[in-house]
């Protein structure tokens, strides 16, 4: 069970994150949505309300069936694909975005280009899901296929999607996804020049050398 201690301070750390995808333009008025595990209940930003007017007598709990526990606002109309992600993954934090770059994106090709090596830090490149009507079981089976061995994906015609096992961890990952589609667009669109893009190989090496990335103790 989780104490109630917890699951204010999941709150909290949700709505945060949640005004942050708002204010860096990750989201505009209430698209997009955020979403983190508190033991087992699953806390998501509720359905239509602006970020800036939740407080704590708004949270919003589902068990991992997807039965509302906490609250009376409605959950996000993409609870099936929260549901699915956390159902076959190890995530505990997942953010959804109407960024602009990575919307755009998904508009063009299957997968991004590997224009950076921090996709390697998503693990590989980065898929695009196959469109389908937002809030669907559709939605959420093409996402999970896209997400097989990624921690990110691209929606097409809608957004992005990562997750973490830590709130920072996903929106980090939502920021570098975005990052890498802007940069794609725009080394992409330099008349008669094509950008260089790496090799499966050479991100391998990448993921091999992340592996030991961070703080290190000698």
């Known amino acids: 069970m989780t104490s109630q201690d917890a699951i204010a301070e999941a709150w909290a750390e949700l709505v945060a994150t949640a005004r942050r995808t708002a204010a860096e333009g990750l989201v505009v008025g209430t ?3 955020v979403s983190v595990r508190s033991g087992d209940l699953i806390l ?3 359905s239509g309300v602006p970020y800036g007017r939740l407080g704590p007598q708004d949270t919003v709990a589902v068990d991992l069936s997807g039965r509302q526990v906490i609250g009376t606002l409605a959950p996000t109309s993409e609870l099936p694909l929260h549901l699915a992600v ?3 993954t190890d995530a505990t934090a997942v953010v959804h975005t109407h ?5 755009a994106v998904s508009t063009l090709v299957p997968e991004l280009p590997l224009v950076h090596y921090m996709a390697a830090a998503l693990g590989g490149p980065v898929r695009v899901a196959p469109y389908a009507l937002y809030g669907s079981e559709e939605l959420a089976e093409n996402v999970l296929r896209a997400l097989a061995g990624r921690t990110g994906c691209l929606l097409q015609n809608h957004g992005t999607l990562t997750y973490g096992t830590t709130l920072s961890q996903a929106y980090d990952r939502t920021a570098q996804l975005e990052w890498m589609c802007e940069l794609w667009l725009k080394a992409s669109a330099l008349p008669g020049r094509d ?7 050479q991100l391998e090496k990448v993921t091999e050398k992340l592996r030991g990335y961070g703080p290190q103790r000698r």
């Open 86 to 88: 956390y159902g076959s």
């Open 195 to 201: 950008p260089h893009l790496l090799t499966t190989a």
């Open 99 to 103: 960024a602009v770059h990575g919307t």
């Open 44 to 46: 998501l930003t509720p």
């Open 31 to 33: 698209s997009g949505n």
